[in-house]
């Protein structure tokens, strides 16, 4: 957990500093806030694995953005997400757990073109606190049951690595953001040893979303307006 922990904040110090960089030129200083929503593709990666298909949910909230250089800046988000998993099985048997999230990415977010049209890129960590679960299934007897079924989920806090690519479209009433994203969980939600019999039990999941920039202060123009006095 130390080596994840130490990595991740070199990793996101060298985000910064290249942040910092590609901005230089021109101090930018536009503040949105909007609203984000959008679908996610989750499952968890188990090992030993388990056959899954792709479990949907909702993922959305508070999106704050805050572009201090030319062509960076930093994402805040304040999330609801839904996430879990489905097995697939060869006979009647089925089971689905649903788990709800709260989370809270702290992005670096990147600009690539001069137009109202832009190719935006978003990475850097999520915190993630698990609210509640739900546990679907249909069993042909009692001992078709694996040893996580109906037992709690562990691991309340999870941190995880979440990279976007998306398109960032300005108009006259708010700026639109089309996102297409990628969050992978570095902690398990069971602890591995002999009671879960798994030594990993990972967050992945890919999301599709439209953010909407309703508010946007531009601090530029109170600059230029103090200059001309």
Not at 7 to 29: E, P, R, T, V
Not at 158 to 168: A, M
Not at 185 to 206: E, R
């Amino acid at each position: 957990m130390k080596k994840t922990l130490r990595k991740l904040f070199i990793i996101s110090i060298c985000i910064f500093a290249f942040s910092s960089l590609l901005g230089q030129a021109s101090n930018q200083s536009v503040l949105s806030i909007g609203t984000r929503h959008g679908i996610n593709f989750s499952k968890i990666i188990f090992e030993p694995p388990v056959s899954q298909d792709l479990n949907m949910g909702y993922n959305g909230g508070l999106v704050i953005k805050y572009i201090s250089e030319t062509h960076a800046g930093i994402q805040a988000e304040f999330n609801y997400s839904e996430r879990g998993w489905t097995e697939k099985f060869d006979t009647t048997m089925s089971y689905k757990r649903k788990l709800n999230y709260f989370e809270v990415p702290i992005l670096s977010h990147f600009l690539i073109g001069k137009n109202s049209t832009k190719v935006i890129i978003n990475v850097g960590p999520n915190l993630s606190y698990f609210m509640s679960d739900k546990e679907t299934f249909k069993l042909l007897q009692a001992g078709d049951t694996l040893s996580y079924y109906q037992r709690p989920i562990d691991r309340k806090f999870e941190l995880g690595l979440v990279g976007g690519l998306g398109v960032l479209q300005e108009t006259s009433i708010g700026d639109f953001q089309l996102e297409v994203r990628f969050h992978y969980g570095l902690q398990n939600i069971f602890f591995a040893n002999k009671v879960s019999n798994l030594d990993k039990s990972q967050n992945q999941l890919y999301s599709v979303s439209l953010s909407y920039f309703f508010i946007k202060k531009d601090f530029r123009a109170h600059k230029k307006e103090k200059s001309t006095d």
